[in-house]
């Protein structure tokens, strides 16, 4: 259907140097006139920070807006667990920092797999963003003199991310629902909240629906409108345990892309060094400690297997490996996270971890606290140790945290141009749920970044350069394409429902996690990716012949909903293999085991492999089609990252 | 560790609910009390029954989903702290847990432990924000916030909005939400021109969504998973006072 536009992915970058293309793009773009707005729809499907911010910019400005979620408000989008910050430029720390820097950085971070274009808009909105954010109340850190503070982050060095406390994603995420309530109470956005989407509906090549499901009734709903908007998030719950909510899920994209939607760089999944391990077998998710805590923590294990089963403390300084120190001489402990983790895990795998299972590393306090006194640890960190205690039932003020690396962020995702629409004309793909900004490992404080100024300064910008030419072309939703695609959906929940086994849905979402855990999580191997490969299918046959989903259709069914997301994750998980098998090269935070430089670093293939790999479905049982997006550097040099 | 459960089934908002009994065995101490209920379920799954709904998200007590009333206390007995947070190590092996939904008159029981707490949204769609359009915004250090009050605000606004302290209330109350979210945004100079409309519209549709009346009991600030002190309730009376009195004067 879409053929037309594929083969070229065009990523329609606009002319002119790499500063004024954003400003062009603005002047050139088509617009709608305010009494347009209110006779066109949009659907926006999640209601975290892109999303959020999306629907009430979009409402503000006229547009009719439906914005769903899954969860019973929509105050409660993972957004809301960020912890450390969000990046801007303003410079206002007077260390040098500037617009090209943050660009710089952040196609850096990204092991240069990002579009030079995207990212330096990016870098440009984000001072926008912490003027908006302010103006709304968002209650950042101050100076006593009343002006705004910043910290230091990973991957930079000059002070530039804004944060309230250790929750300023809680507090970002609460301001744009409140600009989203305001909006709901003017009537311009009307909320579906517990609803979930289940489909994309598309009308003559253009998205023009969507349908979804009332998690409360079980009632099945169809929307048309002129636009769709998704911003339903990452898909690191692929992997079963991550730090992300239980709910996050890849449904929404998953079913863009069987109806055509590109998915871009699938492999491409963040694992963050510092989370509180995996305890049991029913563990349900993990907790990420915040990085900033490898600012006075120091990282080890024993140099020898066999003191792994000792108490920290009966292991002199002499028999521990400060292994980060070690082979990082001038970042030691503030390694970038794909470096961290990767580390951890090499230990780990020479039977050097610590704590139950052998899947930890200490992060010891010791020295700082001697150097600085507990009190002052407590005031830098207190609630990060409270939480600790509250898991582990250990005070890190006296033996040293345990931590391993775990899924925190998919720098993948649906294909986008420079409008953020992607090859499916009408289809936006905004936040975390888009592939655009981050290339193959995303800094600390820029997905909040990212989220906001998706929602707040580039769709409205973009949006209306699409539904310009869009006036009175809204479909009915009684037309044929939503009524064969609400029967697609009722047919694989009652197929669900039917096969009545012996499995509860998440006991193969654990088996699969463990398989993408072990085959292709930190690091991946040809032969590891084929066995995936060969694995995931049985696994999803298995599935389909032995879960048990208990109740029925027409009711509040947690088991229906969760089955129906496990099901798109073992077919979603097949495609994230095939790309990591397909990137045949080592780039950020997707590790090839066969393509490393002497001393164990990832090395990237940038002849032949600068591009995106952008996958295209094909019908069920056939392999998806590879399109590739060149990535063109007219800014930046490529080079080997190196942390020595 | 094992454990006897006495747990709240109601098929549906209108239907009758009673507590039923079950047993979970061989728990580590280090599970969760969600991940507990996940092994119960997975129980009830493979023989055949019908497992428990209860609401879950983040489960790292900052989304505010979990909504659970452990042994009579609102969030469970390990304070502060969301459901999320509790360890079975803060149980006896043997013990016997009740497990209930929020009660709250606002909050109509959907199913089993999942309760209804749109009325919390509507008394922010009410006037619990700022009203500043997408790039109206000046520069953000043209704004200047005192320390002090930043830090006042943030303790308002660290509120998870899980209704917690509706749910401790004697009263079904939600002052301390109210209350957290009028403090949040009076501390802030960007808040003063919405000052008093906003306290009275939010007041106005916390009467109107069924919520009591605070008579002081702190039963809220004692269950809050976000350590919000009762003393924002004061904070929105002398508010809601000096918007009385200012439109009184006609100002």
Not at chain 1, 248 to 260: F, I, L
Not at chain 1, 496 to 513: C, I, M, P, Q, Y
Not at chain 1, 564 to 585: N, P, Q, T, Y
Not at chain 2, 194 to 200: F, N, S
Request: proline share 4%.
């Amino acid at each position: 259907m879409f053929k037309s536009m594929i083969g070229t992915l065009d990523p329609k970058v606009p002319p002119g140097p790499l500063d004024q293309k954003w400003r062009n793009h603005q002047d050139h773009s088509r617009l709608v006139s305010p009494n347009n707005r209110r006779k066109l729809e949009i659907i926006v499907v999640g209601s975290g920070l892109a999303g959020g911010s999306a629907a009430a910019t979009l409402g503000e400005l006229g547009y009719r807006v439906k914005c769903f979620c899954f969860q019973d408000s929509p105050r409660r989008a993972h957004s809301i667990a960020a912890q450390g910050g969000i990046n801007a430029a303003k410079n206002y720390q007077n260390d040098g920092d500037s617009v090209y820097r943050l660009f710089y950085d952040t196609i850096k971070g990204g092991d240069f797999r990002s579009r030079e274009a995207n990212v330096y808009r990016l870098a440009e909105i984000a001072n926008h963003i912490i003027d908006q954010c302010v103006a709304q109340g968002v209650p950042f850190a101050r100076e006593y003199s009343g002006y705004l503070a910043n910290r230091s982050f990973g991957g930079a060095q000059v002070s530039r991310t804004f944060y309230a406390r250790g929750q300023t994603g809680q507090q970002l995420l609460l301001g744009c629902y409140q600009a989203l309530c305001r909006q709901v109470a003017s009537g311009t956005v009307h909320m579906f909240p517990y609803t979930e989407m289940l489909d994309l509906v598309i009308v003559n090549g253009q998205a023009k629906g969507i349908v979804t499901r009332n998690l409360l009734s079980g009632k099945m709903e169809r929307h048309a409108a002129d636009a769709v908007v998704l911003a339903s998030g990452g898909y690191g719950n692929v992997f079963y345990l991550s730090t992300n909510a239980r709910g996050s899920n890849v449904t929404a994209t998953y079913r863009a892309y069987k109806r055509g939607a590109l998915f871009a760089n699938p492999s491409f999944t963040q694992i963050h060094p510092t989370c509180i391990p995996v305890s049991g077998d029913y563990q349900s998710k993990l907790t990420l400690m915040s990085e900033s805590l490898r600012n006075d923590g120091r990282v080890w294990v024993p140099k020898r297997k066999e003191d792994r089963f000792k108490a920290s403390n009966e292991i002199p300084e002499a028999e521990r490996d400060y292994y980060l120190e070690r082979k990082y001489p001038s970042y030691g402990n503030l390694a970038p996270r794909d470096i961290s983790s990767r580390a951890a895990k090499e230990v780990c795998d020479e039977g050097r971890g610590v704590g139950p299972g052998g899947r930890g590393v200490y992060l010891d306090f010791a020295d700082a606290i001697k150097r600085l006194g507990e009190e002052t640890i407590r005031e830098r960190y207190g609630n990060l140790f409270h939480v600790y205690q509250k898991i582990t039932g250990e005070n890190a003020y006296k033996v040293p945290m345990r931590i391993y690396p775990a899924v925190h962020y998919t720098m993948g995702g649906l294909w986008v141009d420079y409008d953020l629409m992607s090859n499916v004309p009408g289809l936006f793909v905004i936040g975390e749920a888009n592939f655009s900004d981050h290339g193959a490992n995303r800094l600390g404080a820029s997905a909040l970044m990212q989220g906001l100024a998706d929602g707040y300064f580039v769709m409205p910008n973009t949006l209306p350069n699409y539904l310009a030419g869009q006036m009175g072309k809204r479909p009915s939703s009684e037309s044929p394409e939503f009524e064969q695609a609400e029967q697609s959906v009722r047919a694989r929940l009652e197929k669900l429902l039917k096969v009545n086994g012996t499995r509860s849905a998440d006991s193969f979402h654990r088996e699969l996690g463990l398989l993408l855990w072990d085959k292709c999580g930190m690091s991946r191997n040809e032969q590891g990716l084929r066995e995936a490969l060969r694995k995931i299918p049985e696994l999803r046959a298995e599935f389909w012949r032995e879960v048990r989903v208990p109740g029925d259709e027409e009711d509040y069914n947690q088991s229906l909903e969760r089955a129906g997301r496990v099901a798109d994750f073992l077919e979603f998980a097949e495609l994230m293999c095939m790309d990591a098998l397909e990137r045949d090269e080592s780039a950020g935070a997707h590790f090839r085991e066969e393509h490393q430089t002497a001393d164990g670093e990832a090395l990237r293939n940038d002849e032949n492999h600068a591009a995106v790999f952008a996958w295209e479905f094909q019908g069920e049982g056939q392999p998806p089609k590879l399109h590739r997006e060149q990535l063109h550097f007219e800014t930046v040099h490529l080079a080997q990252r190196s942390y020595k | 560790m094992n454990f006897k459960l006495k747990i709240w089934r109601q098929k549906n908002r209108k239907s009758p609910g009673k507590l039923a009994d079950y047993d979970v065995r061989d728990i580590s101490p280090d599970t969760s009390f969600l991940e507990m209920l996940d092994i119960l379920n997975d129980n009830l799954i493979r023989s055949g029954g019908e497992p428990v709904a209860f609401d879950s998200d983040c489960r790292e007590g900052i989304c505010g989903t979990c909504s659970l009333t452990v042994n009579g206390e609102a969030q469970g007995p390990d304070h502060p702290g969301a459901v999320c947070e509790l360890y079975m190590r803060k149980f006896r092996d043997g013990e016997t847990i009740t497990v209930e939904p929020f009660r709250v008159g606002s909050f109509p029981i959907i199913k089993d432990l999942t309760v209804d707490r749109s009325a919390l949204d509507r008394i922010v769609q009410a006037g619990g924000f700022i009203s500043a359009r997408a790039g109206s915004a000046p520069e953000a250090n043209t704004i200047l916030v005192p320390k002090h009050n930043a830090d006042l605000a943030m303790d308002a606004a660290a509120c998870i909005g899980c209704g917690a302290c509706a749910a401790a209330c004697p009263n079904g109350s939600a002052m301390l939400f109210a209350a957290a979210k009028v403090s949040h945004l009076s501390f802030l100079p960007q808040g003063a021109p919405e000052r008093e409309r906003r306290v009275l519209k939010m007041v106005r549709a916390m009467d109107d969504q069924g919520f009591g009346n605070c008579t002081n009991t702190y039963e809220c600030e004692a269950v809050c998973p976000a350590k919000i002190s009762a003393s924002f309730i004061a904070k929105l009376n002398r508010e809601y006072a000096r918007a009385q009195f200012r439109q009184r004067l006609g100002e």
